[in-house]
């Protein structure tokens, strides 16, 4: 299942899940339901069951999907990937009919996200999946569901072919608005003609200049309205305007695309640059540590960081922010935004002024996600809280930006909109990804983190 942010994909599987309630109609078929959110806030209530589970099926999804036993009680310190892992084996071990899954990729390495692959194929029943990451929706799907401004539009193949079939789809509609447009100019053009047309007849009829003892020219004029001809220019405006309109109606139902793109019109303050990190040692957990070199970032260089998940790409960020300790506006957006942080976020929205909240809109729009829509729901999607973070964020105009896993929870038009607009971003900016054409597409340096030895990890400088 696929659609841009907010378009009510989670919502459906949480409404199949019974975690939502509908307001109408109703849902049968769905008694052995499990659903395995997108968020990795907060750890499964049946972790702890299932890790002290030592059946042959419970072993056999721990390896599947390379569950450690130490991970049970360390959900705080885990990687988002790992707790994802945790997540699923969870939900694997369910025993379920149906087993729903949204976007399962999320903040997994290329590593993992095979071992999902092939613990997610492994599954007997029937399976809804709701993801971004197109490689796994070919892998995965028989059948493709995409919802686009409210509509479902259901294909009975995989992923990439559906894809086509719906381009294809959009490609005639486009044809059909252009033929309806020529359409409505020749009406608009007629409805014109026959109003001149209605006002002659109307002088024609009247008695008004008419001489008081002209007899003659008031009987025709009577044997006219008694015939109705001074009726019938009228009905034919009448139907031209109801063809107009029934025309005009058909044309609003066609797929609503939001223009897309950012750019950047802020001044970058060049004189808080380079920012340098000295070579240093520090400690990741109790019996871990990561090592690297003297570190440094200028103005415009984008600088993408990659490693496997739980190398401690995130805590160096964290470290890194702290140490660096950057004078001027920048902006950070973590890998994962909690509940509270998003409530915060959408009080801080509302108290903006009327060109701050103008100026958030058109962001948020050339993001892909109706502005007004999404402001006003009151369950955001975790891609919309991110979108919102974002425009938020660009209104500050930063001089640093520096973003964890951007792509997570985000819809594909809304990832190639990002990327253009920080491709042209003036400033320096620092990113977290496991999106391989993201960090290609981005990155003109690359911090990559690798394992060295037992228990010790490194950054290595690719430029």
Not at 76 to 88: A, I, N, P, T, Y
Not at 355 to 372: N, P, V
């Amino acid at each position: 299942m696929t659609g841009v942010n907010g378009s009510g994909k989670s919502t459906l599987l949480k409404l199949i899940s019974k975690e939502l309630l509908s307001e109408k109609g109703m849902i049968t078929g769905n008694e052995l339901v499990v659903y395995c959110s997108q968020s990795t806030e907060f750890e499964p209530p049946e972790l702890e069951e299932f890790m002290y589970t030592y059946t042959k099926e419970a072993f056999k999804i721990r390896d599947l999907l390379k569950v450690q036993d130490s991970w049970l009680g360390a959900w705080d310190v885990l990687s988002h990937g790992e707790r994802k892992r945790l997540q699923l084996a969870v939900a694997l071990a369910s025993n379920s009919d149906v087993l729903m899954v949204d976007e399962p990729t999320n903040h997994l390495d290329a590593q993992s996200q095979s071992i999902v692959s092939q613990a997610l194929k492994s599954y007997k029943g029937i399976g809804i999946l709701v993801s971004h990451d197109r490689v796994l929706l070919d892998e995965l799907s028989e059948q493709t569901i995409m919802i686009k401004s409210g509509e479902l539009f259901k294909y009975r193949t995989k992923f990439s072919l559906a894809t086509e079939a719906y381009e294809q789809r959009v490609s005639h509609e486009k044809k059909q608005v252009n033929e309806q447009e020529h359409e409505m100019k020749k009406l608009g053009r007629l409805i014109e003609s026959q109003r001149e047309q209605v006002a002659l007849s109307k002088k024609r009829f009247s008695k008004k200049n008419v001489g008081k003892f002209d007899s003659s020219l008031k009987e025709k004029i009577n044997g006219a309205i008694l015939t109705g001809k001074d009726k019938n220019d009228g009905k034919n405006l009448q139907r031209t305007q109801t063809k107009q309109r029934q025309l005009s109606e058909k044309m609003g139902k066609v797929t609503k695309e939001y223009e897309t793109g950012i750019s950047f019109e802020g001044i970058i303050a060049k004189h808080h640059f380079p920012i340098a990190l000295e070579s240093s040692t520090i400690s990741l957990f109790e019996t871990t540590i990561l090592r690297f070199p003297r570190l440094s970032i200028d103005v415009g260089e984008k600088v993408g960081i990659s490693g496997e998940n739980g190398v401690g790409k995130s805590s160096f960020i964290n470290y890194f922010i702290k140490k660096t300790n950057f004078e001027h506006e920048y902006l950070y957006i973590p890998q994962e935004i909690t509940d509270s942080e998003a409530a915060q976020l959408f009080k801080n929205i509302s108290e903006l002024n009327s060109k701050e909240k103008g100026e958030l809109f058109t962001l948020i729009q050339r993001l892909g996600s109706d502005a007004k829509a999404l402001l006003s729901s009151t369950v955001p999607s975790p891609g919309e809280v991110r979108k919102l973070l974002i425009a938020q964020g660009l209104l500050k105009q930063p001089s640093l930006i520096i973003l964890d896993e951007p792509t997570n929870h985000m819809d594909l038009d809304s990832i190639e909109s990002l990327e253009s607009a920080l491709a042209e971003y003036g400033g320096a900016l620092v990113f977290i990804t496991h999106d391989k054409a993201f960090l290609q597409n981005l990155s003109t340096k690359r911090w990559v983190f690798e394992k060295s030895e037992k228990e010790c990890y490194t950054i290595e400088e690719i430029l």
